[in-house]
């Protein structure tokens, strides 16, 4: 039953979120804050070598120095891991092998920081080095050793759907273009920290900085061989995650492992440096499109391959090399659509999910080659978007369903809000507009590791002076979470966000939830808390209709009271309708649970990319340069969002602007980039991310196309505002100089040696010559065939 | 480790002359980031912070002192007058940090990417030096940096302060780097122009072993000033030939390196755009009428 908006008493309103005063008035415990009776401190001895064989580890001398209580080795915690089912090749502590400068070989625990980072240098490691493998290009060539068995491929994906090579052949007008993304890494203000403690009795708990409690505690159970009953992990409010914080880490499982060890509580908090090398983010990627148009302008066909520089190790990697195929044709009506992708193993730091997952690097390459294109077709780059358009309720040619598309009202709101198309052929000299739109998932429609259960759900208890508990193993990252689930529950009972007791991410306490990634908490544990609410709600009406001599039906809840709809008057309080319940048949609660819809096509891999809705966006970007020193500065950014419903339009904002600001820090500036397998800059001085000088002035607009699917029509915010920014700078550059820079970073010395080239242009000329395997014909959706 | 802290100048002096192995501290924001990283464990250290007389700046005979202990934060706010000094000190890291760092640190640490230290070679500045044994002496800024983190400081000396003759004419200080706040410098270059000798003092930073002066660029425009008349009409135009000149001769000035902040050859590039753009600007200003 959907409700009109006016009837909404806390949804859509712009609510100050209930961790707001702990956390700017510095209240607020992060994992780094805790303290423990007895705590020791761990540190971790990390590779100095991207590749190299361990041959021996002495620990003797470390052993001895005073202060230490334990030292561990690979020998300690052999059991391998991975995020992924598939990808199980990591140890907490490396027993044979390094695979990248950081990789953790050995820790120590001891009672202060100071003396276990001395007793490191006490660990005796003999390697023997092997030829590290640095790029794409040397991943290929497979000299050397290999990083992980018998290849460096790790992964390669090979989809058609339809005959792309015959959709080509009668377009007409075809382009191809070849682009590189360089990596960036996540820069949460908070370093990843954890606390294990293990209870007179032999039960552990650890409270982590983590976005996936529930996944961190099956690793535990795996990898320490305790039942997870044994085992309780609490994950602590995250000070920024952005994916970052979302796999296993090595030092989650060393500090677990130290408390068993010693019998006392344990901290490890992770340097910055070490942050910069447990990484986890973007992937650097290469690609080539090649797209098929009519002569309107119509997509007829497009040939997507990326390669994705992956790191030393599998992390989420599977998956991210399909998102780099997967939400093309959400966003464009693509009749047929070929995706051969390949991720290598290379000795850097493992990449994985950053804000995006997978999404920008190939949103990057299609933004800017349709830029290219609508050029060439002599149409402009806004109208062949609109020629373009995917439909609402309906399926792509590689089986994702879509339910809400709100992309033209996106697409009118920042044309019209920028001046976009009368300004931008009447620019001042180095000035710019640039174009771009996208679209992301509200939540991955399959879990991590198979199984049939909810992805989310949420318990309520209520009690008898109107409060509600609310358990949910939701963590909130900072993106607010705890509020949306507060208010949903708060709008459903007719109570205030005040009346909601939080408890949350606690494994001993809460019902699962999977964790604070790929943009599902608001839409899935939304979805359970409204579930949750609503079972409740309609038990209070049942017996408040009794109480009230009317049928439940005619009854709403609001203002904490339960009245009836049409005599207000006649009602009573909401702590009065829990009395009468909980008199009737005991304590008040309710659960509620969210699965997804299974919405995998007939292929296999056609697990990564189906979300039960998606997100659409819009940008243009202003850009002033300076044609001589090649600086680029983004003035202004014009930016609309299609959530759905803004279950608070001020978080919604936050999450659009900040997607802005990190986007512009990709575009520009940051760089996981490395010299003799060592990261150029691990610190907050040199790795560049933008300022507070540097962000724009932004017009964020919010459009609502009240999803059937998500809790009171919401979809995600997250993560989709920041795919368009990101070609739309690359566009505006065109647009101000007239040079192409298919790289990312857009830095001036790119910018300069553009203008001085007669191409006009920096970046890959085509992808090397690799064989991917057999292409896999999947069937088309019958709406798609004879297209 | 032992932190000593004198509450005066000659406190300070006696201290580092009995100890001379005693690292002064002033702000701390190098010295930190070295204690952090385990670079440095330096077994006692004097902290300058308490010492007044390093904190201030006077003018005296037509010469400025600017006093070793004096934060960034101060010479913005106190010293409005010392345009290409204040725009330097502006530049410097965040708020935070110009709260604490000191110019003598600058000159302590003799980083070639010192963003102070461009502006004092510009004004050919000497550095002073005090030691109780010995006394005081006076360095030329040359003199004093002698390579890159390396100075010429005795190990019973303190920094007390710089000193240099006033100039009367524009300058400006600017530095190319990723982005606005919190960049150590790409490349930075003060230009001076002094009126009463007929001269134009350019210095680079961060594009050499150590602060550079661009000597030739230097006697290049001063000449080109004088034989067009621009010194005694400053509504005489130099032209875009001798402008190109100055800037390629600036940029042949410069001996970067590849680095994680930059290449070698945007460097050069940078100092070409800084030199021609700081020309360019104090030419300008040389046409405003007197009472701007
Ligand atoms: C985040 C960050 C950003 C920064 N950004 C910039 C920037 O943009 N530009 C820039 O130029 N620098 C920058 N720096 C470096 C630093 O702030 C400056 O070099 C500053 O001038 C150092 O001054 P201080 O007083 O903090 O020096 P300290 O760290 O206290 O000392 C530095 C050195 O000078 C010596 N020293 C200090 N005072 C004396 C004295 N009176 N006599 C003898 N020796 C002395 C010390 O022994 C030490 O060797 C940055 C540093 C950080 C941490």
Redesign the pocket.
Same mark, same amino acid.
């Given at each position: 039953m959907r409700q009109p908006a006016d009837e909404l008493s806390i949804v859509g309103k712009s609510l100050i979120k209930p961790d707001a005063f702990s956390k700017v008035s510095g209240q607020t415990k992060f994992a780094d804050d805790l303290a423990l009776p007895r705590m020791i401190y761990g540190r971790i001895l990390r590779s100095p070598h991207p590749h190299a064989r361990i041959l021996r580890v002495d620990t003797s001398r470390a052993r001895a120095h005073p202060g230490v209580l334990a030292v561990l080795t690979g020998d300690d915690l052999p059991i391998k891991f991975g995020i992924l089912p598939v990808s199980q090749d990591e140890e907490a502590l490396a027993k044979e092998k390094v695979r990248y400068v950081g990789d953790p070989i050995a820790a120590v625990a001891a009672t202060d920081e100071w003396i276990a980072d001395e007793a490191l240098d006490l660990i005796d490691v003999q390697f023997q080095e092997l030829p590290p493998v640095m790029s794409i290009e040397q991943a290929i060539a497979g000299a050397g050793e290999p990083i992980h068995g018998t290849s460096n491929v790790h992964k390669t994906v090979a989809l058609e759907f339809g005959d792309t090579d015959e959709a080509l052949r009668a377009a007409a007008h075809v382009r191809e273009d070849a682009v590189f993304f360089e990596g960036s890494t996540h820069l949460p203000m908070e370093q990843h920290a954890a606390v294990a403690q293990v209870a007179a009795d032999g039960k552990l708990t650890l409270w982590t900085s983590s976005q996936t409690p529930h996944y961190v505690h099956r690793a535990l159970g795996k990898v320490l061989e305790m039942p997870m009953s044994r085992i309780r992990v609490i994950a602590t409010p995250n000070g920024g995650g952005f994916g970052g914080k979302s796999d296993i880490f090595a030092h989650e499982l060393v500090a677990a492992k130290l408390a068993l060890v010693t019998g006392r509580p344990v901290k490890i908090t992770l340097t910055r440096e070490e942050v910069f090398y447990a990484h986890r983010g973007r992937h650097p990627v290469l690609m080539k499109v090649k797209t098929g148009f009519r002569k309107d302008g119509r997509i007829t066909a497009m040939q997507f391959q990326s390669f994705l520089d992956g790191g030393g190790y599998g992390s989420y990697g599977v998956a991210s090399t399909y998102y780099t195929g997967a939400l093309q044709a959400t966003t464009y009506a693509i009749p047929r659509y070929r995706f051969e992708a390949v991720r290598f193993f290379t000795n850097k730091p493992p990449c994985g999910p950053k804000r995006g997952h997978g999404t920008p690097q190939p949103r990057f390459a299609l933004e800017t080659h349709l830029d290219k294109v609508a050029e060439e077709l002599g149409i402009d780059p806004v109208e062949l978007r609109r020629r373009n358009l995917p439909k609402p309720d309906s399926r792509t040619v590689n089986w994702l369903r879509i339910t809400s598309i709100g992309l033209e009202e996106c697409i009118n709101k920042v044309v019209e809000g920028s001046g976009f198309l009368k300004r931008r052929t009447s620019m001042p000299a180095g000035r710019g507009l640039g174009f771009a739109v996208s679209c992301y998932l509200s939540g991955a429609g399959t879990a991590i590791y198979w199984n049939e259960m909810p992805h989310s759900e949420v318990q309520l208890k209520l009690d008898r002076n109107g409060g509600v508990s609310l358990l949910c193993g939701a963590i909130d990252i900072g993106q607010g979470s705890d509020h949306i689930l507060a208010a949903i529950v708060a709008e459903v009972l007719g109570v205030s966000l005040e009346d909601i007791q939080l408890t949350t991410a606690d494994t001993d306490l809460t019902p699962i939830d999977l964790g604070s990634y790929s943009s599902r908490v608001t839409f899935m544990a939304g979805n359970a808390a409204k579930a949750a609410a609503e079972k409740v709600r309609d038990r209070l009406f049942e017996v408040a209709a009794k109480a009230l001599q009317c049928d439940p039906d005619e009854l709403i809840a609001r203002d904490h009271r339960v009245v009836r709809r049409n005599r207000p008057a006649d009602g009573m309080d909401f702590a009065q309708a829990v009395q009468l319940a909980e008199a009737q048949d005991g304590l008040v609660t309710g659960t509620g649970s969210y699965t997804p819809p299974k919405l995998a096509g007939p292929y296999k891999g056609s697990g990564v990319g189906p979300s039960p809705a998606y997100s659409y966006s819009a940008a243009v970007v202003e850009v002033d340069c300076d044609s001589r020193t090649g600086e680029v500065r983004v003035p202004e950014v014009w930016i609309a969002h299609d959530i759905g419903r803004a279950i608070n339009p001020m978080l919604v904002i936050g999450q659009v602007e900040g997607s802005v600001y990190m986007a512009l820090g990709e575009a520009l500036m940051e760089e996981q980039s490395f010299r003799l397998g060592l990261h150029k800059f691990p610190s907050l001085?040199e790795y560049k991310s933008p300022t507070a000088l540097e962000t724009p002035i932004m017009h964020t607009y919010l459009v609502e196309t009240i999803d059937r699917e998500g809790p009171f029509g919401a979809k995600e915010a997250g993560q989709g505002p920041l795919l368009p920014v990101i070609p739309a700078v690359a566009n505006a550059i065109y647009n101000a100089l007239g040079v192409r820079i298919d790289e990312v970073p857009i830095t001036p010395d790119k910018v300069l040696k553009a203008m001085n080239d007669r191409s006009k242009r920096v970046g890959p000329k085509s992808v090397p010559a690799f064989d991917f395997p057999p292409l896999i014909n999947a069937d088309v959706p019958d709406e798609w065939k004879g297209k | 480790m032992e932190v000593l802290l004198p509450h005066s100048l000659e406190e300070a002096l006696a201290i580092k002359g009995e100890r001379p192995e005693a690292?002064?501290? *002033?702000?701390?924001?190098? +010295? /930190?980031?070295d204690l952090n990283f385990g670079r440095l464990r330096p077994a006692a250290m004097i902290d #300058?912070s308490r010492v007044a007389e +390093?904190a201030s700046w006077q003018q005296e005979d037509g010469h400025v002192f600017l006093g *070793? $202990?004096l934060t960034y934060a101060t010479i913005v706010k106190e010293m409005p007058e010392f345009k290409p000094l204040v725009q330097a000190s502006r530049? %410097? $890291?965040?708020p935070q940090?110009r709260n604490? @760092?000191? %110019? @003598? @640190?600058?000159l $302590?640490?003799a980083?070639p *990417? $010192?963003? *102070?230290l461009p502006v004092l070679a510009a004004y050919d500045a000497d550095v002073v030096l005090r030691s109780r044994a010995r006394g005081e002496r006076s360095l030329a800024w040359h003199a004093f940096l002698t390579g890159p983190k390396k100075t010429a &400081?005795a190990p019973d000396e #303190? &920094?007390i302060g710089t000193r240099w003759r006033r100039l009367r004419g524009p300058g400006s200080f600017s530095k190319i780097g990723t982005r606005n706040a /919190? %960049?150590?410098s790409v490349a930075g270059l003060c230009l001076v122009v002094d009126e009463e000798n007929g001269a134009v003092k350019v210095a680079l930073g961060s594009v050499g072993p150590t602060i550079l002066r661009a000597t030739e660029a230097e006697q290049q425009i001063a000449a080109a000033m004088t034989s067009s008349g621009a010194w005694q009409d400053s509504s005489i135009t130099i032209t875009e030939q001798v402008i190109d000149e100055f800037g390629s001769l600036v940029a042949a000035a410069a001996k970067p390196l590849d680095d994680v902040r930059g290449t070698a050859a945007y460097r050069r590039h940078g100092c070409r755009v800084l030199a021609r753009r700081a020309l360019i600007w104090a030419l300008n200003e040389r046409r405003l009428p007197a009472w701007l």
């Amino acid at each position: 039953m959907r409700q009109p908006a006016d009837e909404l008493s806390i949804v859509g309103k712009s609510l100050i979120k209930p961790d707001a005063f702990s956390k700017v008035s510095g209240q607020t415990k992060f994992a780094d804050d805790l303290a423990l009776p007895r705590m020791i401190y761990g540190r971790i001895l990390r590779s100095p070598h991207p590749h190299a064989r361990i041959l021996r580890v002495d620990t003797s001398r470390a052993r001895a120095h005073p202060g230490v209580l334990a030292v561990l080795t690979g020998d300690d915690l052999p059991i391998k891991f991975g995020i992924l089912p598939v990808s199980q090749d990591e140890e907490a502590l490396a027993k044979e092998k390094v695979r990248y400068v950081g990789d953790p070989i050995a820790a120590v625990a001891a009672t202060d920081e100071w003396i276990a980072d001395e007793a490191l240098d006490l660990i005796d490691v003999q390697f023997q080095e092997l030829p590290p493998v640095m790029s794409i290009e040397q991943a290929i060539a497979g000299a050397g050793e290999p990083i992980h068995g018998t290849s460096n491929v790790h992964k390669t994906v090979a989809l058609e759907f339809g005959d792309t090579d015959e959709a080509l052949r009668a377009a007409a007008h075809v382009r191809e273009d070849a682009v590189f993304f360089e990596g960036s890494t996540h820069l949460p203000m908070e370093q990843h920290a954890a606390v294990a403690q293990v209870a007179a009795d032999g039960k552990l708990t650890l409270w982590t900085s983590s976005q996936t409690p529930h996944y961190v505690h099956r690793a535990l159970g795996k990898v320490l061989e305790m039942p997870m009953s044994r085992i309780r992990v609490i994950a602590t409010p995250n000070g920024g995650g952005f994916g970052g914080k979302s796999d296993i880490f090595a030092h989650e499982l060393v500090a677990a492992k130290l408390a068993l060890v010693t019998g006392r509580p344990v901290k490890i908090t992770l340097t910055r440096e070490e942050v910069f090398y447990a990484h986890r983010g973007r992937h650097p990627v290469l690609m080539k499109v090649k797209t098929g148009f009519r002569k309107d302008g119509r997509i007829t066909a497009m040939q997507f391959q990326s390669f994705l520089d992956g790191g030393g190790y599998g992390s989420y990697g599977v998956a991210s090399t399909y998102y780099t195929g997967a939400l093309q044709a959400t966003t464009y009506a693509i009749p047929r659509y070929r995706f051969e992708a390949v991720r290598f193993f290379t000795n850097k730091p493992p990449c994985g999910p950053k804000r995006g997952h997978g999404t920008p690097q190939p949103r990057f390459a299609l933004e800017t080659h349709l830029d290219k294109v609508a050029e060439e077709l002599g149409i402009d780059p806004v109208e062949l978007r609109r020629r373009n358009l995917p439909k609402p309720d309906s399926r792509t040619v590689n089986w994702l369903r879509i339910t809400s598309i709100g992309l033209e009202e996106c697409i009118n709101k920042v044309v019209e809000g920028s001046g976009f198309l009368k300004r931008r052929t009447s620019m001042p000299a180095g000035r710019g507009l640039g174009f771009a739109v996208s679209c992301y998932l509200s939540g991955a429609g399959t879990a991590i590791y198979w199984n049939e259960m909810p992805h989310s759900e949420v318990q309520l208890k209520l009690d008898r002076n109107g409060g509600v508990s609310l358990l949910c193993g939701a963590i909130d990252i900072g993106q607010g979470s705890d509020h949306i689930l507060a208010a949903i529950v708060a709008e459903v009972l007719g109570v205030s966000l005040e009346d909601i007791q939080l408890t949350t991410a606690d494994t001993d306490l809460t019902p699962i939830d999977l964790g604070s990634y790929s943009s599902r908490v608001t839409f899935m544990a939304g979805n359970a808390a409204k579930a949750a609410a609503e079972k409740v709600r309609d038990r209070l009406f049942e017996v408040a209709a009794k109480a009230l001599q009317c049928d439940p039906d005619e009854l709403i809840a609001r203002d904490h009271r339960v009245v009836r709809r049409n005599r207000p008057a006649d009602g009573m309080d909401f702590a009065q309708a829990v009395q009468l319940a909980e008199a009737q048949d005991g304590l008040v609660t309710g659960t509620g649970s969210y699965t997804p819809p299974k919405l995998a096509g007939p292929y296999k891999g056609s697990g990564v990319g189906p979300s039960p809705a998606y997100s659409y966006s819009a940008a243009v970007v202003e850009v002033d340069c300076d044609s001589r020193t090649g600086e680029v500065r983004v003035p202004e950014v014009w930016i609309a969002h299609d959530i759905g419903r803004a279950i608070n339009p001020m978080l919604v904002i936050g999450q659009v602007e900040g997607s802005v600001y990190m986007a512009l820090g990709e575009a520009l500036m940051e760089e996981q980039s490395f010299r003799l397998g060592l990261h150029k800059f691990p610190s907050l001085l040199e790795y560049k991310s933008p300022t507070a000088l540097e962000t724009p002035i932004m017009h964020t607009y919010l459009v609502e196309t009240i999803d059937r699917e998500g809790p009171f029509g919401a979809k995600e915010a997250g993560q989709g505002p920041l795919l368009p920014v990101i070609p739309a700078v690359a566009n505006a550059i065109y647009n101000a100089l007239g040079v192409r820079i298919d790289e990312v970073p857009i830095t001036p010395d790119k910018v300069l040696k553009a203008m001085n080239d007669r191409s006009k242009r920096v970046g890959p000329k085509s992808v090397p010559a690799f064989d991917f395997p057999p292409l896999i014909n999947a069937d088309v959706p019958d709406e798609w065939k004879g297209k | 480790m032992e932190v000593l802290l004198p509450h005066s100048l000659e406190e300070a002096l006696a201290i580092k002359g009995e100890r001379p192995e005693a690292t002064p501290i *002033a702000g701390g924001t190098d +010295l /930190m980031v070295d204690l952090n990283f385990g670079r440095l464990r330096p077994a006692a250290m004097i902290d #300058l912070s308490r010492v007044a007389e +390093l904190a201030s700046w006077q003018q005296e005979d037509g010469h400025v002192f600017l006093g *070793a $202990g004096l934060t960034y934060a101060t010479i913005v706010k106190e010293m409005p007058e010392f345009k290409p000094l204040v725009q330097a000190s502006r530049s %410097v $890291g965040s708020p935070q940090i110009r709260n604490r @760092g000191t %110019v @003598g @640190g600058n000159l $302590g640490t003799a980083s070639p *990417a $010192g963003d *102070a230290l461009p502006v004092l070679a510009a004004y050919d500045a000497d550095v002073v030096l005090r030691s109780r044994a010995r006394g005081e002496r006076s360095l030329a800024w040359h003199a004093f940096l002698t390579g890159p983190k390396k100075t010429a &400081i005795a190990p019973d000396e #303190l &920094i007390i302060g710089t000193r240099w003759r006033r100039l009367r004419g524009p300058g400006s200080f600017s530095k190319i780097g990723t982005r606005n706040a /919190m %960049v150590i410098s790409v490349a930075g270059l003060c230009l001076v122009v002094d009126e009463e000798n007929g001269a134009v003092k350019v210095a680079l930073g961060s594009v050499g072993p150590t602060i550079l002066r661009a000597t030739e660029a230097e006697q290049q425009i001063a000449a080109a000033m004088t034989s067009s008349g621009a010194w005694q009409d400053s509504s005489i135009t130099i032209t875009e030939q001798v402008i190109d000149e100055f800037g390629s001769l600036v940029a042949a000035a410069a001996k970067p390196l590849d680095d994680v902040r930059g290449t070698a050859a945007y460097r050069r590039h940078g100092c070409r755009v800084l030199a021609r753009r700081a020309l360019i600007w104090a030419l300008n200003e040389r046409r405003l009428p007197a009472w701007l």
